[in-house]
């Protein structure tokens, strides 16, 4: 899946702007921004819980779709974006579906795309959501979640569901396809990161996936 180019170099948000959206509970989807890291969130690539280099490549109103923006590395996958178009399009390759409630995702042909989220204080957080397969012919991701370099869990969907087919312009017909659910607790110190990494299971082509994930604050200390 190719994406639109255009380069641009992010500003670092300080991280001091985290502390503001410490407070209940943080979402990656409404969060998205032009800004990489913003806040408690960062966009990037790399080996999931192993290393992690920050796009730097923000790519709006991708391949002359309103609103839907991507991070890149040079132009191409992997990636982190959002459809912030306010209505569900078909992706720029005909195959893929770009929902509006989802952060769109696709690994690169040798690494993962990975978005993480930095603890803003010491404390016990809760975090839920979910995987989805968003291409019509999908030939596997294994979905990662790490907490600094200790695996959480990898799922692999091993090809999984695609989106249903149909004339490309009737959205009636498309829908989102297998996906994976998680929840789980964590008591993390200040700065500690999680990662949610999106790896191809051997084959880059036809993966764009969706995120959704929220993050509460169950008790935090100073």
Do not use: C
Not at 4 to 20: C, E, I, Q, Y
Not at 209 to 216: A, D, I, M, P, R
């Amino acid at each position: 899946m190719r994406f639109a180019h255009a380069s641009t170099v992010a500003v670092a948000l300080a991280f001091a702007a985290a502390g503001a959206a410490h407070a209940g509970s943080v979402n990656a989807v409404t969060a998205f921004s032009s800004v990489n890291p913003h806040g408690v969130w960062s966009y990037g690539y790399g080996t999931t819980g192993t290393s992690f280099t920050a796009y730097t490549d923000y790519v709006p109103n991708n391949g002359g779709q309103t609103n839907v923006n991507f991070w890149t590395l040079d132009g191409y996958v992997p990636v982190v974006g959002r459809n912030q178009s306010g209505v569900t399009v078909i992706g720029t390759a005909g195959t893929n579906l770009f929902p509006t409630n989802v952060l769109l995702m696709h690994p690169g042909e040798s690494t993962d795309s990975i978005v993480q989220w930095t603890a803003p204080k010491a404390g016990t957080y809760k975090f839920s959501g979910l995987y989805e397969i968003l291409d019509e012919d999908p030939t596997g991701i294994t979905a990662l979640i790490f907490d600094n370099a200790t695996d959480i869990t990898s799922t692999a969907f091993n090809g999984g569901t695609g989106v249903l087919t149909g004339p490309p312009a009737n959205l009636a017909t498309k829908r989102p396809g297998g996906s994976e659910a998680f929840s789980f607790t964590l008591t993390v110190k200040k700065r500690e990161v999680v990662s949610f990494g999106l790896n191809n299971d051997g084959n880059y082509l036809f993966d764009t996936t969706g995120l959704k994930l929220l993050v509460q604050s169950v008790t935090a200390g100073p």
